[in-house]
């Protein structure tokens, strides 16, 4: 957690130290990288850093919290709007659809993006470890939250899905993000263009999102009823 009140002036920073440790603990690890490290790529002092953290520590879990806690603001329009389907007694297997499309194309926007990867790193980490940090040694309650609302929206489209599978597929779907940020080098490569250019970013979100989609959809098909898998769904997978 933030241990001090960051004014405007003291901002940029305060963030220019999040940036540069969570660059530095995706690509050297956290036992690996040292404070005065992390302030000398952000170009800042020791004194500084320990103005706002306690620890090393505290600035891991700090950058990472940061990050869920923007995923979080990004998804929040959706979730609400789970929740008023939900409180209506709407949540049907149409609109549950169209929310699943909603949320997939919220979470394909949200790993793209050039300023998460280094923190989606180490997020991926922590879920990888054998010996996670202590802070770290559940899953955070955001990131259970993204679980959730995928699990409930699994169950709703597709009325006869079990808890368990419907679990199991949104910890795949959701891992599939995770992974997808994990390779903007060699998804450069393999596409044979500049992942930076912002047309490619644009095309290669349409193709994860359809891609995702399809999979999805062909998936939870497997636990409706003949009768129920023959309607067309609100949104067509696109």
Known sequence: MQNKDVS???????????????????????SGTTTREIVKEAGSSLSSLQFYFQSK???????????????????????DEINAYEQAGLLNSANAWNLIIDLVTKMTDWVMLKEEQDVIRLMNQEMTSAAPLPLFSTVPVPAMDVHGYFYKLFLSYATNMDSFSAKLLSFFVVISFFNLALYPRVLGQILECDMDNPEN??????????????????????????????????????
């Open 8 to 30: 405007a002036k003291d901002a940029s920073t305060y963030e220019r130290i999040l940036k540069a440790a969570a660059k530095l603990f995706a690509e050297k690890g956290y």
């Open 201 to 238: 970013i644009l095309h290669a979100k349409i193709l994860t999102k359809s891609y995702i989609l399809t999979s999805i959809q062909a998936y939870l098909n497997n636990y409706r009823s003949d009768n129920n898998s023959q309607q067309e769904t609100s949104k067509p997978v696109s």
């Open 57 to 79: 520590e505290s600035v891991y879990s700090e950058a990472i919290n940061r990050a869920l806690a923007r995923q979080h603001e990004m998804l929040k329009p959706i979730f």
